[in-house]
């Protein structure tokens, strides 16, 4: 069975008494190159564990298990489960459970997954910002992450200063990310509206700095990036409270010029802040 076949697609949704549902992000991969190059990126092993979220009907699951160990499914739509249940009878190294990726308890990671696994997916675009926080912030982070997300999103994830934005940098801060490739909305049925890409993230085996409190950490990322097109002093004294002096001592001490924007910020930048600027 061709799942990258359009045709087929419609007619096994017709069976099932399914349709795409776009407020879920189902949008199916229907081309065979953008398949073989995300499995490429992945740089599986016979040795490795790979979590998918969001299988569908199985396409990617498919030629995961090609190369893998073991996949692990994770889906939510009931009627989704059914079909891949029976299309997918034949593999014999996947486990597909029913459930929310976004709340997946330390058990799972720690028994199913055994601590040591990749992530590939070709996420929802909706749910792209809260799988990323999800997963790099865990105690147990995927040694790679391998994703299909929307184009505007995987550009905004590598960029660097003086273009940084919050979403680079929360990213960044965990893992180093790579655009592998972008991918044009024909690829995948129904087209979406908008191109997709493969994004790589490598999160990283330590942490590169000594951050005590993250929450307080993104909460001043946070204000600077509050107001783009201010200047960094004006910026951070309104996200966080703060009075404009307190905030150009904190600015001076940490070497950074206060008339500066949070897009210029190096990563190393923000951690200096971080340790000068006092908030409760």
């Not at 058990?107 to 997916?121: M, P, S």
């Not at 929307?150 to 994830?157: D, G, S, Y």
């Not at 404009?244 to 910020?265: C, M, N, Y």
Request: proline share 5%; aromatic share 8%.
């Amino acid at each position: 069975m061709e799942l990258t076949d359009p045709a087929t697609i419609r007619t096994i949704l017709k069976e099932y008494g399914m349709s795409a549902q776009k407020k879920l992000g189902q949008h199916f991969l229907i081309d065979q190159a953008v398949l073989s190059d995300t499995i490429r990126a992945a740089q599986l092993t016979a040795k490795d564990t790979v979590l998918e979220i969001g299988p569908g009907l199985g396409t990617l699951t498919r030629a995961l298990c090609d190369q893998a160990l073991q996949v692990v499914a994770i889906e939510k739509d009931p009627q989704m489960i059914k079909a891949f249940r029976l299309i997918n009878a034949d593999l014999t190294n996947v486990q597909l459970l029913a459930g929310n990726a976004l709340v997946l308890p330390p058990k799972f990671f720690t028994d199913t997954l055994k601590g040591n696994y990749k992530l590939v997916a070709n996420l929802p675009y909706y749910l792209t910002s809260a799988i990323l926080r999800f997963f790099l912030q865990t105690k147990w982070r995927p040694a790679m992450m391998v994703l299909m997300v929307q184009r505007e999103v995987a550009e905004r994830i590598i960029a660097t200063p003086p273009d940084a934005n919050l979403l680079s940098v929360a990213v960044q801060f965990y893992g180093q990310p790579k655009l592998i490739q972008t991918i044009p909305a024909r690829s995948f049925w129904p087209a979406p509206k908008v191109d997709s890409a493969i994004i790589k993230i490598i999160p990283h085996p330590k942490a590169l700095y000594s951050i005590n409190d993250e929450r307080k950490f993104f909460r001043i990322v946070k204000a600077g990036f509050s107001q783009r097109r201010k200047q960094l002093h004006n910026s951070l004294s309104g996200g966080l409270n703060l009075s404009d002096e307190t905030v150009r001592q904190a600015l001076r001490k940490s070497r950074i010029a206060s008339h500066r924007r949070a897009q210029t910020l190096t990563l190393a930048e923000w951690v200096k802040l971080y340790e000068k600027i006092k908030i409760t």
